[in-house]
Nanobody, 121 residues
C-alpha cells in the first residue's frame, strides 16, 4: 500500500507565501508523475502543477509565475512553493502521484488526504 501525506497548509494573508510538502511512503518501487490539485468550495478539483520523474513541469495558467513545483526523488517527496497568494487560491490542496509498487510493478494513481490553504484579504 502507498500513502501520500501533505503538510504545510495554513492561513496566510494576501500577498504572502506558503510551501506545501507531500511525502510518499509504503511499498514503492518507483514514482512517475507527481501533481498538486486543489478544490475550492463549490468548485471542481483542478490541476495546479505537475512534475515528471525527470523534472519536467507543467502549471495551470493561474499558477504560472507564482507557484513552483519541485521534487526529491530520493526522498519520494514533492513540494509546492506558492508566492503572491490571493484569496482566490483558498482551497484544499491535494497531492497526487502515479506509483508503481514493489509487489505488483503496476502503476496506480494515489491521492493524499489534502491540506487546507486559506488566504485572507
Amino acid at each position: 500500500q502507498v500513502q501520500l501525506a501533505e503538510s504545510g497548509g495554513g492561513l496566510v494573508q494576501a500577498g504572502g507565501s506558503l510551501r506545501l510538502s507531500c511525502a510518499a511512503s509504503g511499498n514503492i518501487y518507483s514514482i512517475n508523475a507527481m501533481r498538486w490539485y486543489r478544490q475550492a468550495p463549490g468548485k471542481q478539483r483542478e490541476l495546479v502543477a505537475a512534475i515528471t520523474s525527470g523534472g519536467s513541469t507543467n502549471y495551470a495558467d493561474s499558477a504560472k509565475g507564482r507557484f513552483t513545483i519541485s521534487r526529491d526523488n530520493a526522498r519520494n517527496m514533492v513540494d509546492l512553493q506558492m508566492n503572491s497568494l490571493s484569496p482566490e487560491d483558498t482551497a484544499v490542496y491535494y497531492c497526487n502521484a502515479d506509483v508503481e509498487t514493489l509487489r505488483t510493478r503496476v502503476q496506480r494513481n494515489y491521492w493524499g488526504q489534502g491540506t487546507q490553504v486559506t488566504v485572507s484579504s
